[in-house]
């Protein structure tokens, strides 16, 4: 819809946070924000006070020397649900976002019923003081007795390999889900509502939380509900630990079963802690960065950059050009760019020397269970043979989304 000069615009109320030389405003309860400069955010607020367009752009041309129109920003802020004219039918129904692409406009938020002061209890000072010197003594105790570090041996089990795998698996996604409500907890501690998804990473399978809220808060307050989750595991890695200490002390006793499964736990944490440093891929560690040094676009500059640099080696001309990047952020690209390539070497380090060696393991003893067929022990027939089912299943679709990912990417381009 069309601005005239004498319009009169309803602005619905925001929030606003400086972000360096931009502001980023926002509508917390539809979960829509958006970067605008300063100067937008004048012609915003002089709007608010009652001001026409044509009033606001003569103002505008005073203060700046510049003849603006901004019929455009209205309607793209209309479209988000910031403004909208003033006095005309619409202005009988509530503000409300429109839908832009894939953007969902009816955001409903899980866990919103917890009050903040609940969270707060889990991320006040005195828990957090908690959860690091836990993990701290086990880092101490780990340097001193490197034997106790589980390796990936731990996730290969060798009687009873159904339950152990099938309890197991879930143990994980259960700790995965508290892994996720951590980040939503720390977030709602901030008074930021989140929600949680499920994707894939490369051929991993991985639940994430939108945590979007976090910027209607200042940076400096993002960085614990961005941490909350890797906070989590390596406060219920260190306390398993210190649980195979007190055992190997003498000062506890835990069952081989038990034993065994707090092993494999302890390696999936670490596992786990590795993954978030796949800085290829938008990981919490990711975010960390890009929040330390304000870039809203690090990915995808930082494959652009990467990408001229293939091409350049090649002897192409076809380079992206990516001088309208501040000078500053372009430092942080090149910097960034090699954490890019070691986390992607990581990545690969982690699917060849731990995943696959397991995955094989598991999957020689199905099919030498099928050759010896079932004349012998059926329990460990039937045993070796879901074992192997169980561990190619989630490999197979995480490598089928991958693949299917890269397919649909190169036809697009």
Known sequence: MSYAKSDLVEVQSFTRQGDGEEVVIGLPVANV????????????????????????????????????????????????????????????????????????????????????????????????????????????????HPSLIPDRSSLVFSENRTVKILALTLIVYGTIFLHEFAHLLAA??????????????????????????????????????????????????????????????????????????????????????????????????????????????LMKDTEIFIKNLFLRVIGSTKLIDQAYIPSRERRVVKMYSVLWVLGRGLAFFSLFFITLPVFFQYVSGALFALQQGGSGNHYQYIDSVVVGILNLMPLVLGLSLWITSLVRRRGIS
């Open 188 to 297: 709602k501690a901030q008074g930021v509502n989140s929600r949680i998804g499920l994707s894939h990473r490369l051929w991993i399978l991985v639940a994430e939380t939108d945590m979007t809220g976090l910027w209607a808060v200042p940076s400096r307050q993002r960085y614990l509900p961005v941490l909350a989750g890797p906070l989590l595991d390596s406060f219920s890695a260190a306390l398993l630990f210190l649980f195979l200490y007190a055992q190997s002390k003498g000062a506890l006793i835990l069952a081989p079963p038990i034993e065994q499964l707090i092993k494999a736990m302890i390696f999936m944490y670490m596992f786990r802690l590795l993954w978030q440093c796949f800085l290829f891929v938008r990981t919490d560690f990711y975010y960390v960065v890009t929040n330390f040094f304000g870039c809203k676009s």
């Open 33 to 144: 924000f958006l970067a605008i400069p300063t100067e937008a955010l004048e012609i915003l607020d002089s709007l608010s006070l009652g001001k026409t367009v044509g009033e606001v752009q003569a103002k505008f041309a005073c203060d700046y020397g510049v003849e603006l129109d901004i019929d455009d920003l209205l309607q793209c802020l209309e479209q988000r649900g910031f403004v909208r004219p003033r006095g005309r039918k619409v202005a009988d129904e509530p503000l409300s976002p429109r839908p832009v692409g894939r953007v969902d406009g009816n955001v409903r938020y899980h866990f919103a019923h917890i009050p903040e002061s609940i969270a707060k209890r889990f991320f006040g000072p005195f828990p957090l003081a908690l959860y690091l010197s836990t993990i701290a003594a086990a880092l101490v105790i780990a340097v001193a």
